[in-house]
């Protein structure tokens, strides 16, 4: 399989708990991407990286996030302290810096803080 | 403040008819625009893309349009088919930042029907 990659599927925890999301991307991207979806909304931009360098993080991406991308290949996304507000689908993106707008996004994570 | 609405959230078409999906803005620094595609349980899939410069563009069944003046763009399948049944979000990409930092609006569910 050569698409983007997201583990796991899907997340049940309680709230205070912490928890990580893994994206792998398709190998010759080098800029990987997060996103989080909430219900009968789009998409909203957390934060990116030029292979292992985080560029930019949203202001949506508050101090209980914390994301990396260790030798520019895998990416993980922490919450922690969990709280419900955080339940939404966690969505990775990928592209060559060279392309124009065509992200490669995986399935998503699922996340629901009970 | 939603710098992308799709203002309507559901559509439904009859196969062989036109589909008109609309997406409006309000950032005026907006420079690319894109539309996806997304199916249940799977993470959206770029459809096609229009830069600021131009008017429309076309791939197959798809057309986009831009009225730069009125901040609006429209997504045209021509003809419908059972299996574009999906949710359409569309997206703008803002001058100066990354292809992959896109601003989505909240979405719009097409169903074709036979």
């Known amino acids: 399989d050569t698409g983007v990659s997201q583990n796991p599927r899907h997340k049940i925890t309680k709230r205070g708990q912490n928890v990580t999301f893994r994206c792998d991307p398709i190998s010759e991207h080098n800029r990987l991407y997060w996103y989080r979806q909430t219900l009968g909304q789009g998409p909203e931009f957390l934060t990116y990286f030029q292979n292992e360098a985080q560029l930019e993080k949203s202001r949506l991406l508050s101090d209980r996030f914390s994301a990396e991308r260790p030798k520019g290949s895998f990416s993980t996304l922490e919450i922690q302290r969990t709280e419900q507000g955080d339940s939404a689908m966690y969505l990775c993106a990928t592209h060559r810096v060279s392309e124009t707008g065509e992200l490669f996004f995986g399935e998503g994570s699922r996340l629901t803080v009970l | 403040d939603q710098q992308v609405k799709q203002n309507s959230p559901s559509l439904s078409v009859q196969e062989g008819r036109i589909s008109i999906l609309n997406c409006d803005y309000t950032n005026s620094m907006f420079d690319y625009f894109l539309w996806y595609k997304k199916y249940p349980a799977e993470g959206p899939t770029f459809l096609i893309s229009?830069?600021?410069?131009?008017d429309k563009n076309e791939d197959g069944r798809f057309t986009v349009f831009l009225n730069k003046s009125a901040k609006h763009l429209s997504l045209h399948i021509v003809p419908s088919q059972p299996g574009d049944s999906a949710v359409y979000f569309c997206a703008a990409k803002a001058g100066g930042t990354s292809y992959g930092k896109l601003t989505f609006g909240q979405g719009t569910i097409l169903t074709v029907h036979p």
């Open positions: 229009i830069s600021s410069i131009k």
